[in-house]
């Protein structure tokens, strides 16, 4: 599973792990990194040398990871760090004295920050900014050079703030001009005039840069090491590998409730989890301001932490603990007069992430003359499995409810594997079964170059009917795997974007504490993630770098993104071996992919919503080779007006279209939930709106400015994607059927 979306998930939500005592221990990270060095050479695939070479990666890894935008290093500190640091990291790492490089670089980052605020503070509070000068800033500026020096790095700095204070006049600007034309309040009446909201943004990260500890550190350094060797292998901390380890479960032990730092200092409550603790205990609501955390609830006023301007990772931390304790939130009301709090005490439970689960759907299809068809479709998010007790199992919840689709006799079957960006490498072996006789799934090589073949676990199939695999560029890792194997058997067509993202290794989590001296503090010493195999496809081509592509190819504005493991800094590389011995592969033809790519073909040709997104994909390819913003505001209106207008001629032709789209789906289409809680309860199929998002797990905050977009929603809840997947599958079986009957194949 991709580390960010671990990291999303994890940090939005309180959850416990820690006891007081193991808090109030540290490690000593000197040694931690001189064990990881160690790890690193005994365990990557890559058995890179460790010398001056991947040195000089260490540090512009680090210094990157600190400054991806080389808005605050000079080129003067560069070349000093370089100097002091860039040809002996490995050795610092070897001899146990990395933290000291490490912090030095750390702390000048730390200081060219609330050089750079300070900055921001006159500019914002000096001359007025022209903006009907001729003045440009760079969209991204991560192969840009570094400011030569502070001279560089002060006008480079004046342009940001200038970019950041135009972009937040215009969208005031275009708020109240939306607002008036559709007769509504204005949503920026009461907001911050726009200096105010730049500095508040600026001082709340320099708030962020300022609150680390020597941990924080040596997660930023042994990162960006572990990083240097590819990009998955990591390293994380205590408190990272927890957030990761709860993240695998889909269950969390916390409130329930989804947080956001906001620019003045606050945490926001944007979400509460339906019969979550927070929505039983039912005093917090949503646009609630959190300012003040006691996590031990003791009712005493000193204990009470003070989160303004913390980092959201540290106010989870504060509001996480075991499960039946307390935790009391001071907390300003939303809608209450200014200066009013309050304190709400909530017992913290386990919540389930109800969004991150398999789910199911049965769609009747009518097909004309020929009645109608039953085509299911499994939605899985991840491949979440329970590593430590086992209790939960992503394959277990697919099999659930892969079996009632087949007892409801479908027709053809959907894999939605969009957006999951992996997780358990067994997991996907045995959920590869469930459509494959026993076979090979995968073949996982070795630093060594030995390679084991890894087969399905079922004997027959589930389900062996027509069936469609959805993916995009996000789908990754244990995606493409299954992906991946259903291709080369022949077993599924593949459809999406151009291909997955293109992660084919495999990492391995290592306690780093194990490796301590006897005497050490080792449980917040943190793990080592670290790259061991390479995974390959049963014909014997990997998916690194190259993902799984697809049969059958839908536009996408990501197709102009520089998304993927090809963009990733060292990436290993594409390579193949020898096929799987007893592989055996499907006949090809029975996919029937030329005619189903002719009939795909011509409804993406006749289709306004793919036209839109093809011409979005133009324009978005010509901005990033232009990599350029201007700041002069005539300019800037301009651009924003011409694409109002593009999108209100959309919206106006959208309405009209999915009006009558809407009308005919209800006529041809109806729909059948299945979630894991009603196969547990044995309950009968539901039919549902999939356009209605009231049954969903969490209540949101409504943002501000949500009432002012008047993009019409796709009809029927099905997106372009989806749709085009269903009538695909759709296809494949009335071809299938029909060559079954002609005898073709049986």
């Given at each position: 599973?991709?580390?960010?979306?671990?990291?999303?998930?994890?940090?939005l939500?309180?959850?416990?792990?820690?006891?007081?005592?193991a808090?109030?221990?540290?490690a000593d990270?000197?040694?931690?990194?001189r064990?990881?060095?160690?790890?690193?050479?005994?365990?990557?695939?890559?058995?890179?040398?460790?010398?001056?070479e991947?040195?000089?990666?260490?540090?512009?890894?680090?210094?990157?990871?600190l400054?991806f935008q080389?808005?605050?290093?000079t080129?003067?500190?560069v070349?000093?760090?370089s100097?002091?640091y860039?040809?002996?990291?490995?050795?610092?790492?070897?001899?146990?004295?990395?933290?000291?490089?490490?912090?030095?670089?750390?702390?000048?980052?730390?200081k060219?920050?609330e050089?750079?605020v300070?900055?921001?503070?006159?500019?914002?509070?000096?001359?007025?900014f022209?903006?009907a000068?001729?003045e440009?800033?760079?969209?991204?500026?991560?192969?840009a050079?570094?400011?030569?020096?502070?001279?560089?790095?002060?006008?480079?700095?004046?342009?940001q703030?200038?970019?950041?204070v135009?972009?937040?006049?215009?969208?005031?600007?275009?708020?109240s001009?939306?607002?008036?034309?559709?007769?509504?309040?204005?949503?920026g009446?009461?907001?911050?005039?726009?200096?105010?909201?730049?500095?508040?943004r600026?001082?709340?990260?320099?708030?962020?840069?300022?609150?680390v500890?020597?941990?924080?550190?040596?997660?930023?350094?042994?990162?960006?090491?572990?990083?240097?060797?590819?990009?998955?292998?990591?390293?994380?901390?205590f408190?990272?590998?927890?957030?990761?380890?709860?993240?695998?479960?889909?269950?969390?032990?916390?409130?329930?409730?989804?947080?956001q730092?906001?620019?003045d200092?606050?945490?926001?409550?944007?979400?509460?989890?339906?019969?979550?603790?927070a929505d039983?205990?039912?005093?917090?609501?949503?646009?609630?301001?959190?300012?003040?955390?006691?996590?031990?609830?003791?009712?005493?006023?000193?204990?009470?932490?003070?989160?303004?301007?913390?980092?959201?990772?540290?106010?989870?931390?504060?509001?996480?603990?075991?499960?039946?304790?307390?935790?009391?939130?001071?907390?300003?009301?939303?809608?209450?007069?200014?200066?009013?709090?309050?304190?709400?005490?909530?017992?913290?439970?386990?919540v389930?992430?109800?969004d991150?689960?398999?789910?199911?759907?049965?769609?009747?299809?009518?097909?004309?003359?020929?009645g109608?068809?039953?085509?299911?479709?499994?939605?899985?998010?991840?491949f979440?499995?329970?590593?430590?007790?086992?209790?939960v199992?992503?394959?277990?919840?697919v099999?659930?409810?892969l079996?009632?689709?087949?007892?409801?006799?479908?027709?053809?079957?959907?894999?939605?594997?969009?957006?999951?960006?992996?997780?358990?490498?067994?997991e996907?072996?045995?959920m590869?079964?469930?459509?494959?006789d026993?076979?090979?799934?995968?073949q996982?090589?070795?630093?060594?170059?030995?390679?084991?073949?890894?087969?399905?676990?079922n004997?027959?199939p589930?389900?062996?009917?027509?069936?469609?695999v959805?993916?995009?560029?996000?789908?990754?890792?244990?995606?493409?795997?299954?992906?991946?194997a259903?291709?080369?058997?022949?077993?599924?067509?593949?459809?999406?974007?151009?291909?997955?993202?293109g992660?084919?290794t495999?990492?391995?989590?290592?306690d780093?504490?194990?490796?301590?001296?006897?005497?050490?503090v080792?449980n917040?010493?943190?793990?080592?993630?670290?790259?061991?195999?390479?995974?390959?496809?049963?014909?014997g081509s990997?998916?690194?770098m190259?993902?799984?592509?697809?049969?059958?190819?839908l536009?996408?504005?990501?197709?102009?993104?520089?998304?993927?493991?090809?963009?990733l800094?060292?990436?290993?590389?594409?390579d193949?071996?020898?096929?799987?011995?007893?592989?055996?592969?499907?006949?090809?033809?029975?996919?029937?992919i030329?005619?189903?790519?002719?009939?795909?073909?011509?409804?993406?040709?006749?289709?306004?919503?793919?036209?839109?997104?093809?011409?979005?994909?133009?324009?978005?390819k010509?901005?990033?080779?232009?990599n350029v913003?201007?700041?002069?505001?005539?300019?800037?209106?301009?651009?924003?007006?011409d694409?109002?207008?593009?999108?209100?001629?959309?919206?106006?032709?959208?309405?009209?279209?999915?009006?009558k789209m809407?009308?005919q789906?209800k006529?041809?289409?109806?729909?059948?939930?299945?979630?894991l809680e009603?196969?547990?309860?044995?309950?009968?199929?539901?039919?549902?709106?999939?356009?209605?998002?009231?049954?969903?797990?969490m209540?949101?905050?409504k943002d501000?400015?949500?009432?002012?977009?008047?993009?019409?929603?796709?009809?029927?809840?099905?997106?372009?994607?989806?749709r085009?997947?269903?009538?695909?599958?759709?296809?494949?079986v009335?071809?299938?059927?029909?060559?079954r009957?002609?005898?073709?194949?049986?």
């Amino acid at each position: 599973m991709s580390r960010s979306l671990l990291n999303r998930a994890a940090s939005l939500f309180a959850f416990c792990a820690l006891t007081c005592s193991a808090v109030a221990q540290q490690a000593d990270f000197n040694e931690v990194g001189r064990q990881m060095a160690i790890m690193l050479q005994n365990s990557h695939f890559a058995r890179l040398p460790f010398n001056e070479e991947l040195s000089r990666r260490f540090l512009d890894d680090y210094l990157k990871d600190l400054d991806f935008q080389r808005l605050y290093f000079t080129q003067q500190d560069v070349d000093r760090f370089s100097a002091d640091y860039g040809s002996n990291l490995h050795n610092l790492l070897l001899q146990g004295k990395c933290m000291a490089a490490a912090t030095d670089i750390y702390r000048v980052f730390e200081k060219r920050v609330e050089q750079r605020v300070a900055q921001t503070e006159k500019l914002l509070h000096g001359e007025e900014f022209d903006f009907a000068a001729e003045e440009t800033v760079m969209m991204s500026r991560k192969n840009a050079p570094w400011p030569k020096d502070d001279k560089d790095a002060t006008e480079l700095w004046r342009m940001q703030i200038k970019e950041a204070v135009l972009g937040e006049v215009l969208r005031r600007e275009m708020l109240s001009k939306l607002a008036k034309e559709q007769g509504k309040p204005d949503p920026g009446s009461d907001d911050r005039n726009p200096k105010d909201k730049v500095s508040l943004r600026y001082k709340r990260f320099l708030a962020s840069v300022k609150d680390v500890d020597e941990e924080e550190i040596a997660n930023y350094f042994l990162s960006s090491v572990a990083r240097s060797y590819d990009p998955h292998t990591d390293y994380m901390s205590f408190r990272e590998m927890n957030r990761f380890k709860d993240g695998m479960k889909n269950e969390l032990v916390g409130i329930g409730a989804l947080l956001q730092g906001e620019e003045d200092g606050a945490t926001k409550i944007m979400g509460i989890v339906v019969g979550g603790p927070a929505d039983r205990e039912g005093t917090l609501r949503l646009n609630d301001r959190v300012v003040a955390v006691d996590t031990l609830n003791t009712g005493k006023p000193e204990d009470m932490t003070d989160i303004m301007f913390m980092k959201i990772d540290k106010v989870v931390d504060l509001i996480r603990g075991k499960e039946g304790t307390s935790v009391a939130l001071k907390v300003e009301p939303a809608g209450g007069p200014a200066g009013e709090t309050r304190i709400v005490v909530i017992e913290r439970g386990k919540v389930e992430m109800k969004d991150e689960q398999a789910s199911g759907e049965l769609i009747e299809m009518k097909d004309g003359k020929n009645g109608s068809k039953r085509l299911g479709v499994i939605t899985l998010p991840s491949f979440y499995a329970d590593f430590e007790e086992g209790k939960v199992r992503c394959s277990v919840d697919v099999e659930r409810i892969l079996k009632r689709l087949v007892e409801e006799k479908i027709d053809g079957l959907i894999l939605d594997l969009r957006n999951n960006g992996g997780g358990s490498l067994e997991e996907v072996r045995r959920m590869t079964g469930f459509f494959i006789d026993r076979g090979p799934v995968v073949q996982v090589k070795n630093t060594l170059g030995q390679v084991q073949v890894k087969d399905s676990e079922n004997g027959k199939p589930i389900y062996g009917g027509p069936m469609v695999v959805v993916t995009d560029k996000s789908s990754a890792s244990a995606s493409e795997i299954l992906a991946g194997a259903l291709q080369d058997y022949g077993r599924a067509v593949v459809v999406g974007e151009s291909s997955t993202f293109g992660k084919g290794t495999v990492q391995q989590p290592m306690d780093i504490g194990r490796m301590l001296p006897l005497f050490a503090v080792r449980n917040r010493a943190g793990f080592l993630k670290v790259t061991i195999q390479k995974f390959y496809r049963p014909s014997g081509s990997s998916t690194q770098m190259d993902g799984v592509e697809s049969d059958l190819k839908l536009p996408s504005v990501s197709d102009a993104l520089e998304m993927g493991e090809a963009y990733l800094d060292n990436s290993l590389p594409h390579d193949r071996i020898r096929r799987a011995p007893d592989f055996k592969p499907l006949e090809a033809q029975n996919l029937f992919i030329p005619r189903l790519k002719e009939l795909s073909q011509q409804r993406i040709n006749g289709s306004k919503d793919f036209t839109y997104v093809i011409e979005d994909v133009l324009k978005a390819k010509e901005r990033i080779k232009a990599n350029v913003v201007s700041l002069n505001k005539d300019k800037r209106k301009a651009d924003l007006a011409d694409s109002d207008t593009q999108q209100k001629k959309r919206n106006e032709e959208r309405r009209e279209r999915f009006q009558k789209m809407a009308q005919q789906d209800k006529e041809t289409l109806k729909f059948f939930k299945i979630t894991l809680e009603d196969l547990e309860k044995g309950a009968d199929l539901k039919s549902y709106d999939p356009a209605d998002e009231s049954g969903e797990f969490m209540r949101r905050a409504k943002d501000e400015t949500e009432d002012l977009d008047e993009t019409p929603k796709w009809p029927t809840g099905l997106d372009p994607v989806k749709r085009e997947s269903l009538f695909v599958l759709k296809d494949l079986v009335g071809l299938t059927e029909s060559a079954r009957m002609a005898g073709v194949i049986k």
